[in-house]
């Protein structure tokens, strides 16, 4: 029998002249940047928060938290292959992951493609059990207004457990 769960995560970032926008592990070149402690990738933040939530590992505040200065300007990458890392030690898979980017700018469509293979690899697992989508908020509130931008992410994970 298998041991299935599911994790929601959340994230958000407002947009910081001087600093480079990345995504899913994805630069998108000539963008304004994210502000944050680390690189501010708000969509693996998100994945990271929805991985530890669904096996009650905390969240990504208290494994990366932003008081600490070896964390300040941190690769999110490398934030998620620790997170993976972790579920992987205790017998956990990722099973799939879909998320939403809420953003007025910059258009995500054109980049989805290379989000979702950056993704795959980062998660250890096939392309078709990445799912990325771009989403606008019609103008409306904060990031409607372009100050940031938001990711919504869900994760299935399981652990095979042997019959008895």
């Not at 494994?63 to 993976?84: C, I, M, N, R, Y």
């Not at 017998?91 to 293979?117: L, Y």
């Not at 250890?124 to 207004?145: C, L």
């Amino acid at each position: 029998m298998n041991d299935i769960r599911i994790g929601y995560g959340y994230d958000s970032h407002r947009f910081e002249q001087g600093r480079r926008l990345v995504l899913g592990g994805v630069e998108f070149s000539g963008e304004i940047g994210l502000a944050g402690h680390s690189d501010a990738d708000v969509l693996i933040h998100a994945i990271v928060d929805a991985l530890l939530g669904s096996v009650a590992f905390g969240d990504i505040g208290e494994k990366f938290p932003d008081t600490e200065e070896k964390w300040k300007g941190a690769d999110s990458t490398k934030l998620l292959s620790q997170v993976v890392s972790m579920l992987s030690a205790d017998g956990w898979c990722v099973g799939n992951v879909d998320a939403t980017i809420i953003a007025e700018r910059p258009k995500i469509r054109p980049m989805v493609d290379a989000i979702r293979v950056s993704l795959s690899r980062l998660l250890g697992v096939e392309i078709d059990r990445v799912s990325v989508k771009g989403k606008t908020n019609e103008k409306m509130d904060d990031v409607g207004s372009s100050v940031g931008i938001v990711c919504h992410a869900a994760v299935l994970v399981f652990k095979n457990k042997k019959d008895k």
